[in-house]
Every structure is written in structure tokens, then in C-alpha cells.
């Protein structure tokens, strides 16, 4: 059995990954990237199908294939597709070099964790993909990055070489644990006791599956952007941009860099970004070196999007004065009667995603500056305050009489994590479990709490009371009514309930 099978990469969903995410990413370029509902996609290094399967079961209409070399986890793959009964989906035992023009073409290409991780010729025959990439496709291609990795290399040669004579990976992770809870002790103040409680960090937060594949493999290259670009080149295809926008665009970097840097070419900004952001890690997007590419964001191309809320709000907007919210990057103000309407919106919906028409139809006419409107949705996408999309998905953020949650949700809600439609593992907890098993748009609020109240009156279930427990059985299904309401409504925060 090879290290790969005997420790496979973890089970997880990939939010970058999404094919909404790429082509939003795209034609926010000038890219009419293809339509994710009827897409046809490839994912390379797909192990037990995890990801591919959410996305097969999100876009019912679209086709997929993964290609693993592991014949022992690509048959765990077609078994778990086969058991959910997935059938817009085909897994391959396969070598890169077995894709040729019999597979035909393909509109994505998502290769996450394999461009570092394999041997160089290896790397360069993934991106030789391009040969496969429909005309306005798009390739994701993930890989690690210097400046980023300059001080980490050193730290993981100590550690492949400390561990090398182990016979199995989880002894050589748990050998390399001891070790940097060694070194991290007995260092000296510096920088490389800063660097060592920096990585001691992330081996106390992942899984040893993670650990033996990013710091003991065989194969680990990290890169010069500017020399990944240059492969790309190549092999017939342009970098378009990352996953990540506000991770490229100079200004979000204050206004000196972006006085500095700003002007130059994806090349430049880039390196210097990547060194004042000390990047590890990137989630690049690549198109057919044939594509035409418009990098100039032009505010009124927000009117072909779809829009969602990624930030946080205390309360809702004053009538006077700026409104402050809370952004996955930072902290940011509305101060605007159009910014603080409409992103008050996008709060009250999320995790919906209306469209810009539909935006400009709620707000009040008072309220509505179209300028400030396209001006203030490109500042919060390129800040990741605010979610991009051409897809509309199936999610709604109301509870209903009668709630539903994704089917593949409620498949799968007994594991440790459930896959939403946002293409994220979150956890929901015993009685969240137990919710969305009985989510099927059939039963009604009032049913699932007497459901409820039949476990807790059988001493199978413990309800955390508001106070003390109500003495009638009346009383108490007003309370677990409204108990479950409100646990319903944080899955559909949480992206699980659908039309």
C-alpha cells in the first residue's frame, strides 16, 4: 500500500474550487467563462471523491470525472457515488498522461493539492491539460508559494530527514510533532523560534492526514509565482488571476502600495504582494493563452452578477451615519443611503444571492445612486465583503412552513461534518443531525417539535430549557417550536436549506 493510500488527504470540500467561483472570477475579467449549470468539469487528484460528489449533487445538470492514480480510493469513490445515487459523475483510475483527446474537453479543470506534491514532469504534464480546456475554459491549479515557504523549506528538510527511518506516516507525523515541541522549547528568542511556534501552531490545528502530505512527503516544491506563470506559459496557457482576489489587487494593501505597485503588470504585483503578504500558499486561475483577458474591473460589469453577504452586522443600518460591519478581511463602514440599502439587504437574505437587477428592484428610490451602487459592490467583492456568483443556487435564507434542507445534506448529516451548498464542511452539532434528517419540505415546524418533545419526554434527548422546564405540555411545544425554529434558521445561515 502506497503512503498515499495508507494516509489519504482528508475527506473535505473545497470553497475555491466551486465552479461558481471560478467563473464569476473569470468574466468579472472580461472571460465569458461557461455557463457552471451545464459545465463539463475535470478534477484531478480527486482521492475518495469528496469534493466532486458535493459539486455533482449541487449542479445536477453539469458532468463530471475525477481522475485519481490510486485505484484503491478512486473504487472508495464510485462507491460512495453509487450509494447517493450520483450519476452526473464518473471516476477514473488514471495517470495524467492517460487523459488525451478520447476524454474530450473539458469547460473547468480543478487541480487542488497535486501541482506541488508531485514530481516536476508530473507538474508539467497537468498543466499540458490545456490541450483539454474548452475555448473560454478554466484551469484552478493550487500550489505553494515562496516568500512564504523560504524559512518553512529548512524546518520541513529537518523534519523529513529526522524522520525518514520510520516504517509508517502517522509515526513519522507524530515523530515530527515531538520534535518542533523540541526545537520550539530550546530555541532562543528569534526568528526562527518565531517561525517554530508558527508551524507548531498549525501541527496543533490539523489532522495527521494534512501533516504528512504538506510536511513529509516526498515531494513538496513551492515557487516563485512569477516562475509558475512562466509554465503555465509554457504549456499554452495565461494566468488569469487567484481564487483569492483581495490577495491581488494592490489596494487593498494601502493606498502607498497601491501608488507604488498599482501600475504594474499581473507579474509584478504579484511578487511584491506575495512578499508583503509572506505568501504560502496560492489558488491560481489559468485560461487558454488564445483567451482575450480584461483587467480593468470595470464597475458597471456588477451588473451581470449575483451578489451574497460575507460579513457580519451588530444591528441594523442607522438613518444617520455610517453603518459598521464586520468583513471577512477587515473591519468596514457603509456610509452611503445605497451602500447601507443594499448591503442591509444582502445581510437580511444571506445566504441568497439576488442579482444586481434584484437589488436595484428592493432598494427605495430615495436610496438608489446606480453609480455608487456598481462603485460600492466591486469595493466589497474585492475585499471578499461580499460574494460574487453567476450561479443562483437553490438556497434561501427564510425558514418556511414547511423546510427543506439539500438533499445531500440530510444524506450525510450523521458525519462529523455535512456539506452545504456554500461548498463548505460545517458542523451542526446532535440536534442539528437531527433537524435536517427530518428537513424534507413534508413536515412542518410544529411536526418536528413534537418529535422533539417525544425524545425529551423519553429521556432520549436533553433540551437546553431557556429557563426552567415548563411544567404543561403545552407550554413546552410553544417553547420547542420556537427552539426549532430558530435552529433552522442557523442552517440556513449555514447554506442547508434549499426551495
Not at 487528484?45 to 460528489?53: P, S, Y
Not at 432520549?460 to 420547542?480: A, C
Request: charged fraction near 25%; aromatic fraction near 8%; hydrophobic fraction near 40%.
Amino acid at each position: 500500500m502506497s503512503e498515499y493510500d495508507e494516509l489519504p488527504y482528508p475527506d473535505a470540500l473545497h470553497e475555491g474550487t466551486h465552479i461558481d467561483a471560478l467563473a464569476s472570477r473569470a468574466r468579472l475579467l472580461g472571460v465569458r467563462a461557461p455557463d457552471p449549470e451545464t459545465a463539463r468539469v475535470l478534477e484531478v487528484g480527486c482521492a475518495i471523491g469528496g469534493n466532486l460528489i458535493a459539486l455533482a449533487s449541487a449542479l445536477p445538470n453539469a458532468t463530471f470525472v475525477g481522475l485519481d492514480r490510486s485505484t484503491t480510493q478512486i473504487a472508495e469513490a464510485d462507491r460512495r457515488r453509487r450509494d447517493l445515487g450520483v450519476t452526473n459523475l464518473r471516476f477514473e483510475a488514471a495517470d495524467l498522461l492517460d487523459v488525451d483527446a478520447s476524454w474530450g474537453e473539458f469547460d473547468y479543470i480543478v487541480a487542488h493539492g497535486v501541482f506541488s506534491w508531485v514530481p516536476p514532469d508530473v507538474a508539467d504534464a497537468l498543466l499540458r491539460l490545456s490541450a483539454r480546456l474548452s475555448p473560454n475554459g478554466v484551469m484552478y491549479v493550487s500550489y505553494n508559494v515562496f516568500p512564504g515557504w523560504s524559512d518553512r523549506i529548512a524546518i520541513r528538510e529537518l523534519v523529513v530527514r529526522h524522520t525518514a527511518n520510520l516504517p509508517s506516516p502517522r509515526q513519522r507525523v507524530a515523530q515530527a510533532r515531538q520534535l518542533l515541541e523540541f526545537l520550539a522549547r530550546q530555541s532562543p528568542p528569534g526568528a526562527w523560534a518565531h517561525d517554530l511556534e508558527r508551524i507548531l501552531a498549525e501541527f496543533h490545528e490539523h489532522d495527521d492526514a494534512y501533516l504528512f502530505h504538506e510536511w513529509l512527503e516526498t515531494h513538496n516544491h513551492p515557487q516563485w509565482f512569477e516562475d509558475f506563470v512562466a509554465r503555465a506559459s509554457a504549456a499554452g496557457l495565461r494566468y488569469l488571476t487567484d481564487v483569492q482576489l483581495p490577495r491581488v489587487v494592490p489596494g487593498n494593501y494601502g493606498p502607498e502600495v497601491d501608488a507604488t505597485i498599482g501600475h504594474m503588470d499581473e507579474l509584478g504585483t504579484g511578487r511584491y504582494l506575495d512578499f508583503l503578504g509572506d505568501r504560502t500558499f496560492r489558488q491560481s486561475l489559468l485560461v487558454r493563452a488564445d483567451v482575450d483577458i480584461d483587467r480593468r474591473m470595470d464597475a458597471s460589469r456588477m451588473r451581470e452578477f449575483r451578489f451574497s453577504a460575507r460579513f457580519s452586522a451588530d444591528g441594523p443600518p442607522p438613518a444617520d451615519g455610517p453603518w459598521e460591519l464586520h468583513g471577512r478581511t477587515g473591519e468596514f463602514q457603509a456610509s452611503t443611503p445605497t451602500a447601507k440599502a443594499a448591503l442591509a439587504h444582502l445581510y437580511a437574505v444571506r445566504p441568497e444571492r439576488p442579482s444586481f437587477d434584484e437589488l436595484v428592484a428592493v432598494l427605495p428610490p430615495e436610496s438608489l445612486d446606480e453609480k455608487d451602487l456598481f462603485e460600492t459592490l466591486l469595493a466589497c467583492v474585492l475585499r471578499d465583503w461580499v460574494g460574487l456568483h453567476v450561479w443562483r443556487s437553490p438556497l434561501v435564507s427564510a425558514v418556511r412552513t414547511r423546510p427543506k434542507a439539500w438533499w445531500l445534506a440530510r444524506e450525510l448529516a450523521s458525519g462529523d461534518a455535512v456539506p452545504s451548498l456554500l461548498h463548505q464542511n460545517v458542523r451542526v452539532g446532535p440536534l442539528g443531525e437531527l433537524f435536517l434528517k427530518q428537513l424534507d419540505g413534508k413536515r412542518s415546524l410544529e411536526d418536528i417539535a413534537r418529535n422533539l418533545a417525544k425524545l425529551e419526554e423519553s429521556g432520549s434527548l436533553q433540551v437546553g430549557w431557556p429557563g426552567e422546564r415548563p411544567t404543561s405540555k403545552r407550554d413546552r411545544m410553544v417553547v420547542l417550536t420556537a427552539l426549532v425554529e430558530n435552529h433552522v434558521q442557523s442552517l440556513a445561515h449555514l447554506g442547508l436549506l434549499v426551495r
